[in-house]
């Protein structure tokens, strides 16, 4: 069974940057679907970047899109999200999940999250 550890999170000013670690141990992320979702205080979660090693793909939502940046190291078992031009829109905890790779639509596998907080 899979096991997801986040970190790097922590405290920048707006327009600062951060780049969170999903680290996997047990089988290789691109053995699934990837993705970091993000969930702030009276706010509904939701899925920021998807990675989809099977078909080569990634996907963001409209709110990141240029700004963040999802990847992955083979090697290290390690997914990442950069993430830049930050906002205090984006304070949130961050988490990422592991899903079937052929849907990209359940994710079972999820880790304890990295509090990300930007100030004005």
């Known amino acids: 069974q899979v096991r997801l550890t986040e970190s790097g999170g922590g405290s920048v000013q707006a327009g600062g940057s951060l780049r969170l670690s999903c680290a996997l141990s047990?089988?290789?992320?691109?053995?699934?679907?990837i993705r970091w979702f993000r969930q702030a205080p009276g706010k509904e979660r939701e899925g920021v970047a998807s990675?989809?090693?099977?078909?080569?793909?990634?996907a963001y939502a409209d709110s990141v899109k240029g700004r963040f940046t999802i990847s992955g190291d083979k090697a290290k078992n390690t997914v990442y999200l950069q993430m830049n031009s930050l906002t205090p829109e984006d304070s949130a905890m961050y988490y990422c999940?592991?899903?079937?790779?052929?849907?990209?639509?359940?994710?079972?596998?999820w880790g304890q999250g990295t509090q990300v907080t930007v100030s004005s």
């Open positions: 999940a592991a899903g079937d790779r052929a849907t990209c639509g359940r994710f079972p596998y």
């Open positions: 047990g089988p290789s992320y691109n053995n699934y679907c």
């Open positions: 990675i989809n090693e099977r078909v080569g793909s990634t």
